[in-house]
């Protein structure tokens, strides 16, 4: 019994022999056989291939482009008037406070060429240093107001016009270098007398940038009045409000106002009146310039202050 045993495991163990050895040497049969993979690949290399293609062919159109391509300009900004400001300034305690306030107002402005215009026989170092340190265009100028002329000590500040000096020797200025310049007479532009005691809103430069001959506003704060202003009917001032004789022909504040510089360079006249009767400087200069019917109502034809 022992001996059969023995015998059908032996036969067991060379069977499974047989078939183990068998199966490496059809194994190792395979490994030198080609394997025929062609029709699984073939659809993916094509892909590639037609991709490739198309990579190359757009890379050699974007090298063509690029090298007839013209360099593009960049887009010219429309150029803006330039606005001029004449500002007559003393020497005073709050003369530097104010002409700081003024300035960096005017920092706010774009295309604006300030002209300063010291009453004194020469340019004073803190108004040079102010100057200098502004950053904005300017032109420093200085004129003496005549000692007839002058406010003395106790004297009202509305009994003698000040400033007048000092305003036309900057309409003086303006038209000589404005002349010198390529366009002479046509250039474009806006000229505006802005005193340093002044509090001005940035919205009104904008406005009066398209001035074509005199743009008029409201006047906050003036001649005792909390405004003062034009009255506008169809487009057209009429007539003014204001507390102070308004049968004057422009009865109206220095800040209420501004010239187109084609109109004064047009007018080489046209200044400033030092003998002019109380409250009627503006309407010296006004009077040769325009009607009230060419006046240009600004500010939502005079409604906002």
């Avoid at 000096?165 to 303006?174: A, D, M, P, V």
């Avoid at 109206?252 to 200044?271: H, I, Q, T």
Wanted: hydrophobic letters at 35%; one cysteine or more.
């Amino acid at each position: 019994m022992a001996t059969r045993m023995k015998l059908k495991l032996k036969t067991v163990f060379v069977l499974y022999f047989m078939v183990s050895l068998l199966g490496l040497v059809y194994a190792l049969m395979q490994l030198g056989q080609r394997c025929d993979c062609t029709e699984h690949d073939m659809p993916k290399d094509r892909t590639i291939s037609r991709l490739r293609g198309e990579l190359h062919r757009l890379q050699e159109q974007i090298r063509k482009s690029e090298a007839t391509k013209q360099p593009q300009k960049p887009a010219a900004k429309p150029s803006l008037p330039t606005i001029f400001v004449i500002t007559p300034t003393y020497a005073r305690l709050v003369q530097k406070a104010e002409l700081t306030r003024l300035s960096q107002t005017f920092l706010h402005v774009p295309q604006l060429h300030w002209i300063v215009v010291e009453d004194s026989p020469h340019k004073t170092p803190l108004v040079t240093d102010l100057l200098v340190k502004s950053g904005l265009t300017y032109t420093h100028l200085h004129m003496p107001t005549a000692k007839d002329r002058k406010l003395q000590e106790g004297d009202p500040s509305w009994l003698k016009p000040r400033g007048v000096e000092q305003r036309n020797e900057g309409l003086r200025w303006l038209r000589e270098d404005r002349r010198a310049q390529p366009g002479g007479d046509n250039q474009q532009g806006v000229v505006y007398f802005a005193d340093d005691d002044n509090t001005y809103s940035l919205q009104i430069f904008e406005e009066m940038r398209s001035t074509q001959r005199v743009s008029v506003w409201p006047v906050g704060l003036v001649g005792g009045m909390k405004y003062e202003r034009p009255v506008v009917e169809g487009g057209k001032v009429v007539r003014f409000h204001t507390g102070w004789r308004p049968s004057r022909p422009f009865p109206m504040d220095m800040a209420g106002f501004a010239v187109s510089l084609k109109l004064v360079l047009a007018n080489p006249e046209a200044c400033f009146d030092g003998e002019a009767p109380m409250g009627f400087l503006e309407s010296s200069f006004l009077q040769g310039l325009v009607t009230m019917d060419e006046l240009e109502p600004k500010a939502d034809n005079c409604s906002k202050v």
